[in-house]
């Protein structure tokens, strides 16, 4: 450039031009770029805990439909259901109202008041649930099973993508992802051979996509622990070990299938996700919206 | 800017169409570019016509309109559907786009704003019809949100295929380069301009409306300096200099600004100026002229309180008629609209000087390379379905059939004076 004289630096309020043409490109381009200033790093165990936490609500679906198969083969009585049912609530409850107790987002109830409202949403629950249950039978008896089982996939798929992982999406509605397994629940109820078996079905599915999330939502919030991230994976690791012999049992292709797609989610994809995380590629500059602090 | 021989200029007249979305009667600060920029080409010896979309509730305003000094102004009737933008339909505007320019036979396009989809789609015809195209960017984009993400990869395809990009501030260049995957020296930097002598014929929107300005009327009022600080929204173009010279302090809190208008007419008014740090602004005025602050609440209070402390140094309390007239007078000669006609005519014969039509070969390879495998093929669809559009419509109305529009005698047109000649 023969303009040696004039300042490189951005500005225009500095007559350059005609001595230096406008399409001038100095050395100062770019300059002031920044790349993957925001960009968090995550780390493969931290993954690997958030990953586990989809595949804990994975592997819990998992047990309801693995439950209501072999209730339909007759190997399972829905009494002994129940009876888990009976025996494993009290026990998780207790352990639900310490986790609430430690979390953050207390309610001014007292934990007395507070499990006083729930044994009578409990109460009313299952004495409604009894109730409706010899209509709830029939309530889709008509449709045939093919159908049943689309509706099944496509509302337990639906919970999936709704469910409250923990994060903050647009996409989350706990509403919707509970109403969507219940009718699921409903949908499966109407295939079981006895009222009882409908009874069964409802019961455990408001166990496993009512309480149980929330137990496990309070247990990642209100334990303040070291060892909280070993928790949650031995927890993910429980559960999945449970659908995995519950599976043995329905079938052995089916098991098989199910322990890739296991070792494909819990460890190729958190992976693959740290591994893809150096192509995070992020530009700012003084062209950027400010952000009033 | 007097070594330009300007007699060299007016031998090689040329049509030039500007084309954008946004033309008056709406007012902004690309309205105001296209409008001053055409006058200033004119004078210069040149024809140019706006092309735009029908304005108005039942698009009243379409046809063909002439504005002061002989500046023809085609109201397209297509209807705005989002923003007074055009349904960017890509094809469905070429038939008439096509005769607009075989009946003027311009030999240059310019398209203004990449929000306008009308000049996106305008810039892609006529490049099919074999003409050189330049095209200004007047704002700044992100990166991060899936929305810059599509705007910017169709603006790259626009870019790909246009001759040469004009940005207003050198950080809108930047933006600019990197939005579009352009090669910096295609682009050059042509700042915006105010006509610092006659405001009765400028149109300003001054920055200061939505929810930016809601921040500043608090900040108002927790000072509470609302004698000091004038807040305009947007005021009739005639008000603007009486409104701006009551004033002392001119506060800008634009959080982005690709050039920032509104700062140099509050500087051009003699007023103190008190601006957020942000896109091309610090570029605009020198150090002396200008305040910057953060964009936050506290240094932007803080850079008030400066601003006033020295108005209060004034024997009454005020600032001194002198400290106006030396601000205007150090502001006056740096933007003019002759200055940026100019130079945009720089740019205008270097692209008519880069030889005849290019291949349309070599124009259909480039979306491959300057665009992405996914993006370039896209691309390259569009643009082989409107050369099969064009080939139709010559095949329906042959190009010698459409009869030449009719251009003005300038020495007949009654002698307005313009912005350019005054000086």
Redesign the interface.
């Known amino acids: 450039m023969h303009s040696g004289s004039i300042s490189h630096r951005?500005?225009?309020?500095?007559?350059s031009?005609?001595e230096r043409?406008?399409?001038f490109?100095g050395d100062?381009?770019?300059e002031?770029?920044k790349r993957n200033l925001y960009v968090k790093r995550h780390s493969l165990l931290t993954v690997v805990v958030a990953t586990g936490r989809v595949f804990q609500h994975f592997c819990s679906l998992c047990l309801f439909v693995q439950a209501y198969c072999l209730m339909l083969q007759g190997t399972l009585a829905p009494e002994t259901v129940l009876f888990g049912l009976g025996m494993l609530a009290p026990p998780l409850y207790l352990a639900y109202l310490f986790c609430a107790s430690g979390s953050a987002d207390k309610s001014d109830l007292s934990p007395m008041r507070t499990a006083f409202g729930h044994c009578r949403l409990l109460l009313v629950l299952t004495a409604f649930t009894l109730m409706w249950s010899p209509l709830l039978k029939s309530l889709t008896a008509t449709i045939s099973t093919d159908t049943i089982h689309a509706m099944t996939a496509f509302f337990l798929t639906a919970n999936l993508l709704f469910h409250d992982y923990g994060g903050s999406a647009a996409i989350v509605s706990k509403s919707f992802s509970l109403n969507s397994a219940v009718f699921a629940a409903i949908c499966l109820a109407s295939r079981l051979p006895s009222s009882l078996h409908t009874f069964t079905t409802v019961e455990l599915a408001l166990f496993v996509f009512a309480f149980w999330p929330e137990l496990r939502r309070n247990m990642s919030v209100g334990l303040h622990s070291p060892f909280q991230p070993v928790l949650s994976l031995g927890l993910t690791f429980l559960l999945n070990l449970a659908a995995q012999c519950a599976m043995c049992f329905i079938s052995m292709p089916a098991a098989c299938c199910f322990l890739l797609l296991s070792c494909f989610i819990m460890l190729i994809c958190p992976i693959m996700f740290v591994a893809m995380q150096a192509q995070k590629n992020?530009?700012h500059?003084?062209?950027?919206?400010?952000?009033?602090? | 800017?007097g070594?330009?021989n300007d007699k060299d200029v007016i031998n090689k007249k040329i049509c030039i169409a500007m084309v954008s979305d946004f033309f008056f009667p709406n007012m902004g600060g690309v309205e105001t570019h296209i409008y001053q920029l055409a006058q200033c080409l004119i004078s210069l010896g040149h024809r140019v016509i706006v092309i735009t979309h029908a304005y108005g509730k039942n698009s009243e305003r379409r046809g063909v309109r002439w504005m002061m000094n002989g500046l023809k102004v085609y109201y397209l009737p297509f209807l705005p559907f989002y923003n007074q933008c055009v349904l960017p339909t890509v094809l469905l505007t070429l038939p008439l786009v096509r005769q607009v320019l075989i009946r003027e036979r311009v030999g240059l396009v310019h398209g203004h704003s990449a929000f306008s989809a009308l000049a996106n789609q305008t810039l892609l015809h006529a490049r099919t019809l074999g003409l050189p195209t330049v095209f200004t960017d007047h704002s700044?984009?992100?990166?991060?949100d899936v929305s810059s993400i599509l705007t910017n990869k169709l603006l790259n395809g626009i870019l790909s295929d246009t001759c040469?990009v004009?940005c207003v501030?050198?950080?809108?260049?930047?933006?600019t380069?990197?939005r579009a995957m352009l090669c910096?020296?295609?682009?050059?930097?042509?700042?915006n301009a105010i006509d610092a002598d006659r405001h009765s014929d400028v149109r300003f929107l001054i920055g200061g409306d939505g929810p930016k300005r809601l921040?500043l009327e608090e900040l108002r009022e927790r000072l509470g300096i609302q004698d000091r600080v004038l807040l305009q929204g947007q005021v009739p173009h005639h008000q603007v200099r009486a409104h701006l010279v009551r004033g002392d302090i001119f506060l800008n809190t634009s959080?982005?600004e690709?050039?920032c208008m509104a700062i140099l007419e509050g500087a051009s008014c003699g007023l103190s100026v008190v601006s957020?740090n942000?896109?091309?602004i610090?570029?605009?005025?020198?150090s002396d002229l200008i305040r910057l602050a953060e964009?936050?609440?506290t240094s932007l209070a803080d850079g008030l309180e400066q601003a006033i402390a020295e108005c209060r140094q004034g024997p009454d309390g005020r600032r001194q008629p002198e400290d106006f007239h030396r601000l205007h007078e150090s502001v006056r000669d740096?933007?003019t609209w002759r200055?940026v006609a100019l130079?945009t005519e720089?740019?205008y014969r270097r692209v008519l000087d880069a030889g005849g039509p290019e291949p349309t070969r070599h124009r259909l390879a480039n979306y491959l390379t300057a665009c992405g495998p996914v993006g370039g093929k896209i691309f390259l669809i569009f643009a082989l379905l409107n050369l099969a559009l064009v080939w139709l419509l010559q095949l329906l109305q042959p190009a010698e059939r459409i009869e030449p529009g009719i251009v003005p005698d300038r020495s007949k047109l009654r002698n307005r004076s313009t912005p350019c000649e005054e000086q």
Not at chain 1, 10 to 15: D, I, Q, S, T
Not at chain 2, 184 to 191: A, D, E, K, Q
């Open positions: 951005k500005c225009l309020h500095k007559p031009w005609p043409p406008d399409n490109t100062d381009f770019l002031d770029l992020n530009i500059g003084p062209w950027d919206e400010a952000v009033i602090h | 800017m070594d330009i700044l984009f992100g990166f991060a040469h004009i501030s050198h950080t809108s260049k930047e933006n380069a990197l910096p020296s295609r682009i050059s930097v042509i700042p921040v959080l982005t690709a050039f957020t942000v896109g091309g610090p570029e605009v005025l020198p964009p936050d609440a740096i933007y200055n130079r720089c740019v």
